[in-house]
């Protein structure tokens, strides 16, 4: 079980940015929103903490699409049964839908890989490239902007191996940001989890975010299973954005 220590720090952490700050939506989280970068940006995302190590790199080459790989590192602690290893996945992402005032809309997601958030005892690291997976990010706005809602939706499925029945579940997640004060500091919430063949226990996590300019977001989260057992603990994450340099196809 996770020590009541690294609970306390966790707790403090976010208590004191929560009275200090106001951040949000924190890169770290399973959750995603609909939007894709402007076309020709690049994403560089890298996140640190006591049970994920993570670099992502997302490239916005066409209007509305995404194409993203990241690779996973689990670092092992004293209440995690999974081995350390590393997983990678790549995946494209199309904004399929934006309302006119461009704070909500939904997305298409798919691609081939394993995410911290869904390894479990059933579907393996070394499973990483016979799963399959695709999921609808969805942002509802409210009260003028300040509470933004995503709900994700999807699906996965790990092909056998040696004859074994390819092993299929439904993916969810979901995520509340609340923004106080001004755009650029929020707090948020999300549950996210897997039911089916390759189930994973439900986990929880708050986090924090902050953007201070146009390049750049960070991001401080806690996280943990609702049993209280293997969660990915306190996580601290770096996003940066890059000019419009890389475009493919037409212009918008």
Do not use: C
């Not at 640190?48 to 689990?74: D, H, I, K, Q, V």
């Amino acid at each position: 079980m996770r020590s009541a220590h690294t609970k306390l720090i966790g707790a403090t952490v976010l208590l004191l940015f929560a009275l200090t700050a106001d951040p949000a939506l924190a890169q770290q989280f399973n959750s995603d929103n609909y939007l894709s970068k402007p076309h020709g940006v690049a994403t560089i995302i890298l996140t640190t903490g006591e049970r994920n190590l993570m670099w992502m790199t997302t490239f916005s080459l066409f209007p509305r699409w995404e194409f993203t790989a990241a690779a996973y590192l689990f670092t092992e602690t004293a209440d995690r049964t999974a081995a350390t290893g590393y997983s990678t996945s790549y995946y494209a992402k199309w904004m399929l839908y934006e309302n006119e005032a461009k704070t909500g809309g939904i997305a298409v997601k798919g691609g081939t890989g394993l995410e911290p958030g869904y390894v479990n005892n059933s579907v393996k690291l070394e499973d990483a490239f016979r799963s399959y997976w695709i999921n609808a990010p969805l942002t509802l706005p409210f009260f003028d902007n300040r509470l933004s809602w995503d709900i994700m939706p999807g699906a996965s499925l790990t092909l056998g191996e040696g004859g074994e029945e390819p092993v299929g579940a439904f993916t969810y997640a979901t995520r509340l940001a609340w923004y106080p004060f001004n755009p650029k500091l929020a707090i948020a919430g999300e549950v996210y989890g897997a039911e089916g063949g390759s189930e994973a226990i439900p986990e929880y996590r708050v986090g924090l975010r902050w953007e201070p300019s146009q390049y750049a977001v960070f991001a401080l989260t806690y996280d943990d299973e609702f049993d209280g057992t293997k969660g990915a603990g306190i996580e601290f994450g770096v996003m940066l954005f890059t000019p419009p340099f890389a475009r493919l196809g037409g212009g918008e």
